[in-house]
């Protein structure tokens, strides 16, 4: 399943199958992105991030893909398991010489068993 | 165990009653973060912090006010707070990875402010 943009804010998929949200960021000077996770009542997860020389960056059935061109990053979650039901967003830092963090609104992923 | 404490985790207050927010780490990390998160709105940054005696402003920073005299704390001020700061607030900090520096890594449990 995957998810387009900031417009669709549920994404549902079967257990097992590979989950993509994606995330359109705004400043084409931000220098670093991050993926979030959070759970009901629970404050964020970090989940994984990429600098913006990287194309690609893998966790455990993570992978963060970023693509300048068009200022889109996208999550991707293999073997999605019910324990990955949670909302999930991204994060960009504006540019190099600042520690301000803009974050998008939130992808809230459903894993049907 | 490595956390980033907040306390209190719920306060009621009135209005205009001036109130602090705390928040220490215990991983010697050099950046620290406030976020509120709303509904609707997501989170947004209020202040964040580079090192000691180092601040500057997020997206979000009026009616708020920190300070960094030490790298373990970062306690977030609210002189006259209003019914516009109920929300939920999260403290964050990051350290270093390959020599650089992370940002927003761990997050603390949160804050749930009600301002009547």
């Known amino acids: 399943g995957e998810s387009v943009g900031l417009h669709l804010p549920t994404l549902s998929v079967q257990e097992g199958d590979n989950s993509i949200i994606n995330c359109a960021y705004s400043n084409s000077a931000s220098d670093y992105f991050i993926w979030y996770k959070q759970e009901s009542g629970k404050g964020p997860q970090f989940i994984i991030d990429?600098?913006?020389?990287?194309d690609k960056r893998q966790g455990q059935r993570v992978t963060v893909l970023l693509n300048k061109t068009v200022k889109h990053l996208s999550l991707q979650i293999a073997a999605t398991q019910p324990g990955d039901s949670a909302v999930y967003f991204c994060?960009?830092?504006?540019?190099?010489?600042?520690?301000?963090?803009?974050f998008g609104q939130g992808t809230t992923l459903q894993v049907k068993p | 165990e490595a956390q980033v404490t907040q306390n209190p985790r719920y306060l009621i207050t009135v209005t205009g009653k001036k109130l602090t927010v705390t928040c220490s780490q215990n991983?010697?990390?050099?950046?620290m973060s406030w976020y509120r998160q709303d509904p609707g709105l997501g989170l947004r940054q209020i202040y964040y912090?580079?090192?000691?005696?180092?601040?500057d402003k997020g997206d979000v920073p009026e009616g708020y006010k920190v300070s960094r005299k030490e790298k373990r704390n970062f306690p977030l001020i609210l002189e006259s707070p209003s019914p516009n700061q109920t929300s939920l607030y999260f403290c964050?900090?990051?350290?270093?990875?390959?020599?650089?520096?992370?940002?927003?890594?761990?997050f603390g449990s949160g804050t749930r402010l009600t301002v009547v």
């Open positions: 990429i600098r913006s020389n990287m």
């Open positions: 994060a960009e830092k504006k540019a190099s010489n600042t520690g301000k963090l803009i």
């Open positions: 991983m010697n990390h050099e950046y």
């Open positions: 912090s580079m090192n000691v005696e180092v601040t």
């Open positions: 964050a900090s990051s350290g270093h990875r390959d020599k650089k520096l992370l940002y927003g890594y761990t």
